[in-house]
């Protein structure tokens, strides 16, 4: 049966939400709570090790260059280093404590989303938010934005509604016409 499951992945078109929770890619909802984490969307076995070579906590788990990168949430402190490292721009780093301890709103979260797209948003700036199937989920607001200089990613943090914060995969920003 888990055969047809990944299957069904596949024909799909993208990682959905499901996917990353059947294949174990959300932490516990008590580590979500308690701090940013990664939400790895990598769930094929590939050759690529960028995002467990960056972790400097030895928290990204992949004994082969072709295993599925695992998360040892214990040892994760949600740096944004396997986000930055990662070429396939898979990762996202959603952090839901951040409302309710930097913004003293707990109806919001913080989602870091790597970015590729030029005018770069700026902090302050309305972006559309999506999902992973490209569907539209509502606005949110440009947070901060990190630059690897390493790396060459950027990361946009982006202050959406804590409910869809797991959803979050892209941004588009939103002009004025």
Known sequence: MPELEEQKTLESGYVTLEDLRRHGNIPPDEVLESRAVPIFDC????????CRDACPTGAVIM?????????NWEACT???????????????????????????????ALVS??????????KGEKVALYDRGHRYLGEGEVFSVIRSYKYGTVLVNVVVPKEIALEVKFVEVVRDE
Do not use: H, S, W
């Not at 004994?63 to 998360?71: A, E, I, Q």
């Not at 740096?79 to 301890?101: D, E, M, S």
């Open 43 to 50: 769930i094929e076995e590939i050759p690529c090790t960028p």
């Open 63 to 71: 004994p082969t260059m072709n295993d599925k990168p695992r998360v």
């Open 78 to 108: 949600g740096c944004t280093l396997c986000a930055q490292a990662c070429p396939g721009l898979a990762i996202t780093i959603v952090n839901i404590p951040f409302g309710k301890r930097v913004l003293k709103d707990p109806t919001k």
């Open 113 to 122: 989303v790597p970015y590729e797209i030029l005018p770069i948003p700026k």
